[in-house]
């Protein structure tokens, strides 16, 4: 799915954020107009157009632009000044996220979106200080990410307090590595936000702390990790734990719920992650892949002991083909709609409305146990 495009600039001198229109009457900042230029646009920020611009058409904006299937009365855009324009939130997708910076303390080895070393918080502060208004109120959920979300510092806290006011009703949830609150200051701050729709989702990836120590290339990690969750669970923040399926997590899974259970009574949800094909994933394939179908029995007794120890447990990324019946109860469609894709094969299959899918990138690495299910 489309969520970039670029045309020649005119005037755009600052990033211009915006909600599109194909038409005047409905609300937006930023007009597409295609094959003839209407004579007011002034009103807008920006127009958006496949034609030439000229001196009838001299508007700030983006010109021979090649396409606009993609994007929505409502969409918001963020107009740039080399006439890239993104798209930063879709009207109709239950998928949208903030990427508040790039930059990460860690360095995971399977990690999707590689960190970049660069100051990008600036950019990011004031694009999102100008999306978050405009993002509509009846918004059932939005995802914040990175990098590290925390490393904003300040930015960080102000943002969230953006979206606490603006977006009342709206489920928030952050993907955060969470080391940032092993410091009780920043876990107490964001305790008395008092911001009960927003979720952490943090991940731990071993009972053993220098496996994971490993697997996110941080010495001393976990110990901030779990410093972090606990003070996050002092402070009411609600917590979500996230375990990625790959080689070096899989031989202590079973170790692993049962230190979730024992150590970390409070989270409120747990997720177990397939792996997505992305990022540095395909340069550590090696240290990472492991067929679903080798996994099966071992990710189900560790769902099930912490099911049946009252822990509410989801499967995310997962093919309910390549996965024991007895745990399909807990498998989510999970991977966001602009990367979910099916296989041939899933066309005959009568469990695809249920199934996860795949990734985008996994079609090139995906479980040889893939069948229709009858
Ligand atoms: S065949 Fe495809 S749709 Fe069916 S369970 Fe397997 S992966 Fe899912």
């Known amino acids: 799915m489309l969520l970039k495009t670029k045309g020649k600039p ?42 030439c611009v000229d001196r009838f058409t001299s508007k700030t904006g983006v010109y021979e632009v090649p396409e606009f299937e993609h994007l929505s009365n409502g969409d918001i855009v963020v107009v740039n000044p080399d006439g ?18 790039e930059r990460c303390n860690s360095n995971c080895l399977m ?18 200080s100008q999306l978050i208004r405009l993002i509509p109120k009846d918004c059932r959920e939005i995802g914040i990410t990175g990098g590290e979300p925390t490393l904003m510092g ?7 307090e953006q979206i606490q006011e603006h977006l009342t009703a709206t489920e928030v949830h952050c993907l ?54 606990y003070n996050l669970a002092r ?5 979500e734990l996230r375990i990625v399926l790959h080689k070096p997590t899989l031989p202590r899974l079973m170790k692993l719920s049962k230190f979730i259970y024992k150590n970390l009574p409070f989270v409120e949800h747990i997720a177990f992650m397939g792996l997505e094909n992305q990022g540095y994933t395909p340069h550590n394939i090696d240290k990472l892949w492991i067929d679903p179908v080798e996994y099966g029995e071992d990710l189900k007794k560790a769902m099930t002991y ?16 390549v996965t024991p019946e007895e745990i399909w109860q ?28 795949f990734f985008s990138s996994n079609v090139s690495r995906h479980s040889l146990g893939i069948r229709a299910i009858d």
Request: charged share 20%.
């Open 10 to 51: 005119f005037g755009v001198k600052d990033p211009i954020v915006g909600r599109i229109t194909f038409s005047p009457e409905y609300d937006g900042e930023i007009l597409i107009v295609k094959d003839c230029f209407p004579d007011d646009v002034s009103q807008y920020a920006a127009v958006l157009t496949n034609i």
């Open 84 to 101: 890239v324009i993104n798209t930063q939130y879709r009207i109709h997708s239950t998928h949208n996220f903030l990427l508040f910076t």
């Open 111 to 128: 990690c999707s979106q590689p960190p970049k070393d660069r100051e990008d918080t600036s950019y990011f502060y004031r694009i999102y």
């Open 154 to 160: 300040a930015r960080f806290f102000d943002l969230l």
């Open 176 to 229: 955060t590595n969470g080391r940032t609150f092993a410091w009780n200051n920043i876990a107490r701050k964001l305790g008395r936000m008092s911001f009960e729709k927003l979720m952490l989702g943090i991940p731990i990836y071993s009972d053993f702390s220098l496996m994971h120590d490993y697997i996110v290339q941080a010495k001393g990690a976990f110990d901030q990790t779990i410093k972090g969750l």
């Open 235 to 239: 402070y009411n923040v609600r917590i």
């Open 306 to 321: 912490l099911s049946e120890h009252g822990m509410n447990v989801s499967l995310y990324n997962a093919q309910l083909c």
């Open 330 to 357: 807990f498998s989510r469609r999970s991977i966001s709609d602009w990367k979910n894709v099916y296989l041939n094969e899933c066309e005959n299959c009568s469990k695809k409305i249920e199934c996860g899918g």
